[in-house]
């Protein structure tokens, strides 16, 4: 059975969708397809971004590229567009003369009758959202929304579909880099945790090794932490631990690497043999700190060298942790 001219560019749209790609590329060859599906001079694939409640020209077909690109982005709210209109009613509509289609002002394809339809996909619990709108430009008079083109309406549907795609693969990109960052940072400073501190001590270990550099530990934790939290509460004991994360962000380089290694312990992995001047730095700029009752702040330090104290990192961690608790003593 020989099929039409439209059904074999729904097929083609339809493995276009279902291959993948970049979005911009999917939506390009879309728009070409609307061209050769409905015999129209042009389509414009407008992106809704929800946050601004405005739409992006993102794709075309019959239009110069750059054209298209240079277009000012549609408030949903504005009353000059046709794709505005669809966008708030998410409903398929027409308009005359190129009225309301900027991005086609000026060109060879402005002056014909045009159709808007809504970009509509279902989210996961069933609901149709918009993601969009497709403006498809006539030579003559733009058909009725009510009597649109089966292929049409299809392309459009494909349209929507990859756009979802799209945001959901990007939604679940940006869930497993919270859940990466998550695991690898204190939630109450933002530095690193204990795990990410010790994996960056043995990754300089190795770098050490390589390079037959030195690399210091410094250890730091805050006097009278138990006093603090009896005396101004919580939440002050909990300011004064960002105040510390804080500071070791500010005084150290960018070579070196803090952590929060649990209660108020913290640490700087400082590349070099200079850890007692890290550790003599940040006690100084401590001192100007104060509690939210006025009280000063003070750092206990505690230093251990690779290879002068230590070749391993649990052996340097053990003997800077040893300091400590003397210095606590």
Avoid at 60 to 81: K, L, M
Avoid at 159 to 169: D, F, G, H, P, T
Avoid at 190 to 212: P, Y
Avoid at 237 to 248: I, M, Q, W
């Amino acid at each position: 059975m020989e099929r039409n001219e439209p059904q074999l560019t729904l097929l083609d749209a339809a493995r276009i969708v279902a291959r993948g790609g970049d979005l911009e590329s999917e939506l390009q060859a879309l728009a070409g397809h609307v061209l050769a599906a409905t015999g129209a001079r042009a389509a414009v694939v407008y992106l809704l971004d929800p946050n601004a409640q405005s739409l992006i020209p993102a794709a075309a077909a019959g239009i110069d590229a750059s054209r298209v690109a240079a277009a000012d982005s549609v408030p949903v709210d504005t009353s000059a567009e046709l794709v505005a209109r669809v966008a708030r009613d998410r409903l398929a509509a027409k308009a005359a003369g190129g009225e309301g289609a900027q991005a086609l002002e000026g060109s060879s394809q402005s002056g014909g009758g045009l159709v808007g339809l809504p970009l509509m996909a279902g989210d996961d619990v069933g609901r149709e959202e918009i993601e969009g709108v497709l403006l498809v430009s006539f030579t003559g008079e733009a058909p009725e929304p009510g009597s649109l083109d089966e292929a049409l309406v299809a392309l459009a549907d494909l349209a929507a579909v990859a756009i979802s795609k799209a945001r959901l693969s990007h939604a679940l990109t940006q869930r497993s880099e919270w859940i990466e960052r998550l695991a690898s940072t204190d939630v109450l400073t933002g530095i690193a945790n204990r795990a990410t501190f010790e994996r960056m001590l043995e990754l300089e270990l190795a770098r050490a090794v390589r390079q037959q550099t030195e690399v210091s530990l410094v250890l730091f934790d805050v006097d009278g932490m138990t006093e603090l939290n009896q005396r101004e509460g919580q939440l002050a004991g909990d300011d004064v631990l960002r105040h510390v994360a804080a500071l070791l962000a500010e005084q150290v380089r960018l070579i070196d690497t803090i952590g929060r290694l649990g209660g108020d312990e913290f640490g700087v992995i400082a590349p070099g043999g200079g850890g007692q001047v890290v550790a003599d730095r940040i006690s100084k700029a401590a001192a100007r700190l104060a509690t939210r009752g006025g009280a000063a702040i003070a750092l206990r330090t505690a230093v251990a060298v690779y290879p002068r104290d230590s070749d391993a990192a649990d052996g340097l961690l053990q003997l800077a942790t040893t300091h400590l608790e003397k210095a606590r003593a």
